[in-house]
């Protein structure tokens, strides 16, 4: 049970909260238990959606996005994360099963989003205190310094909902998928 109310509906968040929540919901057909517990603080929601629709706009791959989500839930034991971030990773960006799973333990497959998902695990367990050969490494794999700059603030983002649902204990609105919290680098 969340530790603050969490409005039923978007007309009982606070009236500055709505035009967010709308956003959301023609996004994404439904509004998640997140959101609207965001919208207690109309400026934290506000906050939150701009910061996820401009790195959405980023050039890092959806894909690699979620799969940095995925990561991160797990590190920080938010099983409200890992529940919605598996969902849309299943269902919305149609990844397998076996890519979910690698992306929970902070890997992927792909050579290049491996790099990116295994840098952002680096710098939420080493709370920003990676090495140089982090960076060169993902570097060598492909990343840009503008996709090295991306994965930290995913890294940034994906923190703040793991915080906002673990303080808050969000109820999962998504099929239960209970987190980790694997801290050491895979």
């Not at 409200?80 to 890997?107: F, Q, T, V, W």
Request: aromatic residues 4%; charged residues 20%; negative net charge.
């Amino acid at each position: 049970m969340s530790r603050i109310p969490t409005p039923a509906t978007i007309e009982d968040a606070p009236a500055a909260a709505h035009a967010g929540l709308n956003g959301v919901k023609a996004a994404l057909g439904i509004v998640p238990n997140l959101y609207r517990l965001t919208a207690n603080s109309p400026a934290a929601l506000d906050g939150l959606l701009s910061f996820n629709g401009a790195l959405g706009k980023g050039q890092l791959p959806a894909a690699t996005r979620e799969r940095i989500a995925l990561a991160i839930a797990n590190v920080n034991g938010c099983s409200y994360c890992n529940s919605a971030h598996s969902y849309i990773a299943a269902n919305m960006l149609k990844l397998p099963e076996d890519e979910i799973i690698r992306a929970r333990g902070g890997r992927a497959s792909d050579a290049k989003a491996d790099a990116a998902v295994v840098l952002a695990r680096k710098v939420a367990v080493a709370r920003g205190a990676v090495k140089d050969t982090d960076l060169a490494e993902a570097r060598a794999a492909g990343l840009s310094d503008g996709e090295l700059v991306e994965v930290v603030g995913h890294v940034a983002l994906n923190v703040y909902t793991n915080y906002l649902n673990e303080v808050f204990g969000t109820e999962i609105d998504f099929p239960v998928v209970t987190a980790e919290r694997v801290a050491e680098p895979a």
